[in-house]
């Protein structure tokens, strides 16, 4: 009963996607799902013949729009995922998750960890030694903060939550900028620039809130249509 975990790459955004399923029963669910890359999903998921249960999303994105909704027209049997906070997704969203909330897919247990900070609605996935981070903890580094009600303070300590988890644990990040894939919680303790075990909070906090990068191109459009789960309202 082996975890499929299929890492799926969109380069305008430099966003992952995952593709998670149960090896023998075939149920499936699939985390940030984007929508440029839609036909590459849909083929990937009836080519392994897989069953998707779930559409999960770690928060609100602001540079890429969610394909959610859109997914759902081909896998109308699937359910929409979303952290419990973001309300202005309630109405598009069929499961709203807080800590601790289990999605099964076969023989395998997804659990959610609330990891607010990036925005206040971002949460992480756990399954079996596999942590999916979304936007809160990158490959060396970790998500913004000074849009969406960000907060570098807040994100210090789901950070900190994310860090008590096995070193062994395997970090799958939102997106990766730098030619990173995958990294574990061990490696990001030690060497993750912004905010390894020996960092303390306000060191953190400065350099996060010292980042000074451009906003996202797609912003405008994309956080109100993915408080739509994807559906562009005309
Ligand atoms: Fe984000």
């Known amino acids: ?11 305008d955004s430099s966003t992952f996607t995952y593709l998670i399923a149960d090896s023998v029963t075939r149920e499936a669910a699939i985390i940030d799902a984007v929508d440029s890359m839609i036909d590459r ?8 013949e897989l069953d998707l249960k779930f559409i999960m999303e770690t928060h609100i994105h602001a ?4 394909s959610a909704c859109p997914l759902k027209k081909t896998f109308p049997l699937a359910k929409i995922v979303i952290g419990i906070e973001n309300i202005d997704a309630e109405a598009c969203a069929d499961i709203m998750v807080g800590e601790g909330h289990i999605l099964p897919i076969g023989k395998h247990e997804i659990v959610v960890i609330e990891t607010p900070g990036h925005t206040p609605g971002c949460i992480s996935y756990l399954v079996d030694n596999k942590v999916f981070t979304g936007d809160s903890l990158f490959i060396r580094s970790t998500g913004r903060c000074d849009f969406q009600g960000g907060s570098a303070s807040t994100l210090y300590h789901s950070i900190h939550k994310l860090f008590t988890l096995p070193d062994s644990t395997l970090v799958h990040p939102g997106h990766d900028y730098n030619g990173f894939t995958v990294s574990t919680i061990g490696e990001e303790k ?6 390894r ?10 350099k996060v809130d010292n980042l000074n990068l451009e906003p996202p191109k797609k912003i405008k459009t994309a956080v109100p249509a993915n408080h739509s789960c994807g559906l562009i309202k005309n």
């Open 1 to 11: 009963m082996s975890l499929i975990c299929k890492p799926l790459f969109e380069h």
């Open 41 to 48: 999903d849909i083929e990937l998921i009836q080519e392994l």
């Open 63 to 66: 540079d890429h729009i969610t």
């Open 190 to 195: 030690e060497f993750n620039s912004l905010i």
């Open 197 to 206: 075990l020996e960092f303390d909070k306000a060191t953190f906090v400065n």
